[in-house]
């Protein structure tokens, strides 16, 4: 499985980004995907997640009530809209993708997804 990410860029705080992860997986009804990101000197935090089949997404405090997270089953993407961009947002934002539900247990967690994307730098100015 490939993911494709795209979509970065540099913003003004305040403004918003639409991320958008191709991904080439055959069937998507057992499939998660996530988005996570890095910061400079930081480890790989979790952003969102959701269960492509039912549509059960996961967020982490950071970007609830911020970013969404959706996907268009035609198109095999995945998005993450971001507004209300902080500097703080600043990182290499990665997506992800497994076989297998997500639960309570999974979803956070970077080794829990077998295949990655290349990444996209997201920079947000004060």
């Known amino acids: 499985v490939q993911l494709q990410a795209y979509g970065g860029g540099l913003v003004q705080a305040g403004e918003s980004l639409r991320l958008s992860c191709v991904v080439s997986?055959?069937?998507?009804?057992?499939?998660?995907a996530a988005w996570f990101r890095q910061a400079p000197g930081k480890g790989r935090e979790f952003v969102s997640a959701i269960s492509w089949s039912s549509g059960s997404t996961y967020y982490a405090d950071s970007s609830k009530g911020r970013f969404t997270i959706s996907r268009d089953n035609a198109k095999s993407t995945v998005y993450l809209q971001m507004n209300g961009l902080e500097p703080e947002d600043t990182a290499v934002y990665y997506c992800?993708?497994?076989?297998?539900?997500?639960?309570?247990?999974?979803?956070?967690?970077?080794?829990?997804?077998?295949?990655w994307g290349q990444g996209t730098q997201v920079t947000v100015s004060s």
């Open positions: 992800a993708g497994r076989t297998g539900k997500l639960h309570s247990g999974n979803y956070y967690f970077p080794g829990s997804y077998a295949s």
């Open positions: 997986e055959r069937t998507f009804s057992n499939y998660a």
